[in-house]
């Protein structure tokens, strides 16, 4: 039998186990003119959140008893299609099942000599994709600015930090323990980190860690530590904001300080995007990453969570800081 996940109830708040259904179904036969995939990688994020939401966004919500659907990396076990062939390695928007039937549309070949298949749910694929476009075409970094970088240990900021360093910034990452801020500073070369978590005044910690002040923020998180950097935020800087993870479970709307004074004082450019923004460069995108990481600028961390059973609770662990890097699920 073939097992799948379902989306069983729209979560209040925090999402929880009872969020999800497992179900079983008969492994799918091979149709005409299509690719029957088993998964080997599912890739959880926290823009999941949103989609499990019944409100309108830049993509339809998940349908209530119907399967959970993100990035994956699966293997062609048989090929109705000439473009596909047994034993290709593919990766796609797919359903989180086992086993599953699809048209081809949308899936692309992975070579798993070049990096592990695991990367291309990460720095490789989504999440380099993210980072490298929000910093280079929003944040457009110049060598001896300073670029803070918030959500700095997860799977985009990490990213995000390791190329403001190759374009010659100072980098200060901002995360949520010191075991991560140490990791900043000696895996991925980051000049200073804070964690909010233990700093007790974020705007004097993000002042006094860029004493010249903020030219880039690149914004993961939102919030109170987004607060903090605005107010630390230069004449002509770039804010390209790609998530607000501090209010994704959040049941009413927060307040916080209002930003005009600060963006118009100070010219600053705001800007939230998605990746598919920039679809018709990733084939640049994917190529840069890859030389960097193959000439050694580059490296990543991963949480890799183990069965396919656990995908919905390494999903909830996203909020609670528990993963190192990029999470992603071995099936």
Request: overall charge negative.
């Amino acid at each position: 039998m073939n097992k799948i996940i379902l989306l069983n109830r729209r979560p209040e708040g925090k999402p929880t186990l009872d969020d999800f259904k497992f179900a079983e179904e008969e492994i799918p036969a091979l149709s005409e003119g299509n690719v029957l995939l088993k998964t080997l990688y599912v890739s959880v994020d926290p823009y999941l959140r949103g989609r499990m939401a019944d409100a309108k966004s830049y993509v339809p919500p998940f349908e209530l008893g119907k399967p959970v659907q993100s990035a994956v990396v699966a293997e062609v076990l048989e090929s109705n299609r000439d473009s596909f062939s047994k034993g290709d390695f593919v990766t796609g928007l797919l359903d989180w099942k086992e086993y599953q039937v699809v048209e081809g549309k949308g899936l692309n070949k992975v070579d798993a000599h070049a990096a592990d298949l695991s990367a291309y749910l990460g720095i490789l694929g989504m999440t380099g994709l993210t980072a490298y476009f929000g910093l280079t075409e929003i944040g457009r970094p110049k060598e001896g600015e300073t670029l803070v970088v918030s959500g700095a240990a997860g799977a985009v900021g990490s990213v995000v930090g390791q190329i403001g360093k190759i374009f010659g910034c100072k980098v200060i990452g901002i995360a949520g323990s010191d075991e991560k801020i140490e990791q900043l500073q000696s895996k991925f070369k980051f000049d200073a980190g804070i964690n909010y978590k233990t700093t007790k005044d974020m705007t004097k910690a993000v002042a006094d860690a860029a004493p010249d002040g903020v030219d880039i923020y690149f914004d993961n998180v939102g919030g109170e530590v987004s607060d903090a950097v605005l107010a630390n935020i230069n004449n002509l800087g770039r804010v390209p904001v790609c998530g607000a993870i501090s209010s994704y479970n959040d049941t009413e709307v927060s307040l916080g300080p209002r930003l005009q004074p600060i963006i118009v004082k100070n010219s600053v450019l705001m800007q939230g995007f998605i990746v598919s923004n920039y679809g018709a460069k990733f084939p640049e995108g994917i190529k840069q990453l890859t030389k960097w990481l193959q000439e050694g600028k580059l490296t990543y961390t991963e949480t890799v969570v183990n069965g396919f059973d656990q995908i919905p609770q390494a999903f909830i662990d996203l909020f609670d800081g528990k993963n190192n890097g990029k999470m992603v699920v071995k099936v």
